[in-house]
């Protein structure tokens, strides 16, 4: 079996689509292969992300915040999910596109984070269990 390719894009490419990217990982294992990037990356990866991933065993500081020019490359993807970027997602070669409205949780407090980040992990589980 192929591997599935997944790409996650948010505005920054610093909180959602990042870890969403690592639970694709985390979940996935070998059958997949999972991307991230921001339709305006920030060019960091949020330091609240990575405590959060850290609490899971999950090292995002490895993780840089990418544009969409530097995923290009990989395409075509098996799904593209977007979050909450509205007009600013672009258009990628993909057999399906996805928008998660999930909130960003850049100025949150860690409890209401984790559980934006759980929310995701759930939600990056059941994507992978329905490809």
Same mark, same amino acid.
């Given at each position: 079996? %192929?591997?599935?390719?997944?790409?996650? $894009?948010?505005?920054?490419?610093?909180?959602? @689509?990042?870890? @969403?990217? #690592?639970? #694709?990982?985390?979940?996935?294992?070998?059958?997949?292969?999972?991307? *991230? #990037?921001? @339709?305006?990356? *920030?060019? $960091?990866?949020?330091? =609240?992300?990575?405590? #959060?991933?850290?609490?899971?065993?999950?090292?995002? @500081?490895?993780?840089? %915040?990418? *544009?969409?020019?530097?995923?290009?490359?990989?395409?075509?993807?098996?799904?593209? $999910?977007?979050?909450?970027?509205?007009?600013?997602?672009?258009?990628?070669?993909?057999?399906?596109?996805?928008?998660?409205? +999930?909130?960003?949780?850049?100025?949150?407090?860690?409890?209401?984070?984790?559980?934006?980040?759980?929310? +995701? %992990?759930?939600?990056? =589980?059941?994507?992978?269990?329905?490809?």
């Amino acid at each position: 079996m %192929s591997k599935k390719k997944l790409l996650f $894009v948010c505005v920054e490419n610093s909180n959602r @689509s990042q870890m @969403s990217q #690592a639970f #694709a990982i985390i979940h996935g294992g070998d059958e997949v292969e999972a991307y *991230s #990037a921001g @339709s305006k990356p *920030s060019g $960091v990866v949020n330091p =609240k992300a990575i405590a #959060a991933m850290k609490e899971l065993g999950y090292d995002l @500081s490895k993780h840089e %915040s990418k *544009s969409l020019q530097e995923v290009e490359q990989y395409a075509p993807f098996d799904a593209v $999910v977007t979050m909450g970027c509205g007009d600013a997602c672009p258009w990628m070669p993909a057999k399906q596109f996805i928008d998660w409205q +999930i909130p960003d949780p850049k100025y949150m407090e860690p409890e209401e984070f984790n559980k934006v980040r759980d929310y +995701i %992990s759930n939600k990056v =589980k059941e994507l992978i269990e329905e490809l």
